[in-house]
């Protein structure tokens, strides 16, 4: 009779200690997949990527405050402004796709294109958007990259840039002038996940273009003296 009692003993202490230690490995994978996963920027964050944040929005001209890793309501105001100059939800919270736009996301992949297909890109931002805001220059090179990515046209930056009668200043005489380094940085941030363009594949000076099939688009946002459509 005491061998039974203790064998049941026994075996509940033994399921007890499987349940304890279930728990605490459930617990465990939890914590990790909540670490794993994105956090938000937004008012009260502090730390490094908020630091990242404002660097970035400094160097657009959005931000004007002090880089200190605090996320107070010169920062959100910053975030808000660019997130409407993007066409994309102006909530003011630094959320992945805001992080995307602004070229620091995690999943950016610049190793994707060789230091050639850069150099074409950042030759095409040059001519075709010499005098554009830098983020209008930026936007410029994405329209590139969007086409890559899109089923029309063809699937490497040199073909996009190349396709016949796709980018007149490639048989303009800017054409010869090599990229600056402004250029050049805006073809690795488009690269590196930033389209202000809000995922345009065509964009056009209302100015200059009197096309019926440009003017027929539809228009997605304008920045500077081009307007960005689908």
Same mark, same amino acid.
């Given at each position: ?13 033994? +399921? ?109 931002? +040059? ?14 090179? +994405?329209?590139?990259? @969007? ?23 490639? @048989?303009?005489? @800017? ?56």
């Amino acid at each position: 009779m005491k061998n039974t009692i203790s064998h049941k003993v026994y075996r509940t202490a033994i +399921a007890l200690l499987l349940v304890f230690t279930l728990l605490i490995f459930a617990s465990y994978v939890q914590r990790q997949e909540g670490e794993s996963v994105q956090t938000l920027s937004k008012i009260g964050s502090r730390g490094n990527e908020v630091r990242q944040i404002q660097k970035k929005l400094k160097e657009l001209g959005y931000y004007k405050g002090s880089v200190d890793g605090i996320y107070g309501t010169g920062t959100q105001k910053a975030v808000k402004s660019f997130q409407k100059n993007c066409g994309i939800t102006a909530d003011g919270i630094a959320g992945p796709k805001t992080l995307k736009y602004l070229g620091l996301s995690s999943s950016s992949d610049s190793s994707a294109y060789s230091s050639s297909d850069i150099n074409l890109l950042a030759k095409l931002i +040059a001519a075709e958007a010499r005098g554009e805001s830098y983020t209008g220059q930026v936007a410029v090179g +994405a329209v590139v990259l @969007n086409r890559v990515s899109h089923s029309s046209f063809p699937d490497t930056i040199a073909g996009v840039i190349y396709q016949k009668g796709a980018f007149s200043c490639v @048989n303009d005489s @800017n054409w010869s002038v090599a990229p600056n380094s402004t250029s050049l940085k805006a073809a690795r941030d488009c690269i590196n996940g930033w389209d202000p363009s809000g995922g345009a594949i065509y964009y056009y000076n209302p100015a200059k273009t009197s096309n019926a099939f440009m003017h027929s688009r539809p228009v997605i946002t304008t920045i500077g003296r081009h307007v960005f459509c689908r």
